[in-house]
T-cell receptor, first 114, second 108 residues
Framework: EAGVTQFPSHSVIEKGQTVTLRCDPI?????LYWYRRVMGKEIKFLLH????????ESGMPNNRFLAERTGGTYSTLKVQPAELEDSGVYFC????????????FGEGSWLTVV | GQNIDQPTEMTATEGAIVQINCTYQ??????LFWYQQHAGEAPTFLSY????GLEEKGRFSSFLSRSKGYSYLLLKELQMKDSASYLC?????????FGTGTRLQVFP
């Protein structure tokens, strides 16, 4: 069974540019999560999809971040325009059910904004 | 507020036992996870505790006390490959709240 896959693994962009991160969850997992880790800090929740619906987007930093999951399969996270403080590792995770079950993480997309 | 505390770094010797503590204060609680993360890799699930007590899985065990807001991860018979970051995370409704992680270095 393939794990959670993320693309790109690394991205370096200039301030003001746009970046789109993609996540393919494990097949059959309705729950998809985005998390972010900025340098030296803990991993923080961004948002949670159940199928194609946003269940909880309370962790999204601001309106420069847009997440979509059309069709309830893969998800994209777009940052537009990117700022220096957006640099970090963006993790995607998926699970079959919401609670009491294993949440599987991808290896993350490393974003550097210069 | 939400707060998860764990030591930043720990060192241990190959073959030894190490205990990584985690204390938490969160508005909600649906369980506590421990993840292992090697540099540049995905966090990998180790354990999940929702009831008080000890869960044992091979060389790794995890303990939870909900009344004390406390958990620990116990690693026995340490191997060099156990050098990694260990993340404590509490589930609050649908999201994981992470600590900053404990970086464990195992020396020969």
């Amino acid at each position: 069974e393939a794990g959670v896959t993320q693309f790109p693994s690394h991205s370096v962009i200039e301030k003001g540019q746009t970046v789109t991160l993609r996540c393919d969850p494990i097949s059959g997992h309705d729950n998809l999560y985005w998390y972010r880790r900025v340098m030296g800090k803990e991993i923080k929740f961004l948002l949670h999809f159940v199928k194609e619906s946003k269940q909880d987007e309370s962790g999204m930093p601001n309106n420069r971040f847009l997440a979509e999951r059309t069709g309830g399969t893969y998800s994209t996270l777009k940052v537009q325009p990117a700022e220096l403080e957006d640099s970090g590792v963006y993790f995607c995770a998926s699970s079959r059910v919401v609670s009491g079950n294993t949440i599987y993480f991808g290896e993350g997309s490393w974003l550097t904004v210069v | 507020g939400q707060n998860i505390d764990q030591p930043t770094e720990m060192t241990a010797t190959e073959g030894a036992i190490v205990q990584i503590n985690c204390t938490y204060q969160t508005s909600g609680f649906n369980g506590l996870f421990w993840y292992q993360q090697h540099a540049g890799e995905a966090p990998t699930f180790l354990s999940y505790n929702v009831l008080d007590g000890l869960e044992e899985k091979g060389r790794f065990s995890s303990f939870l006390s909900r009344s004390k807001g406390y958990s620990y991860l116990l690693l026995k018979e340490l191997q060099m490959k156990d050098s990694a970051s260990y993340l404590c995370a509490v589930t609050d409704t649908d999201k994981l709240i992470f600590g900053t992680g404990t970086r464990l270095q195992v020396f020969p």
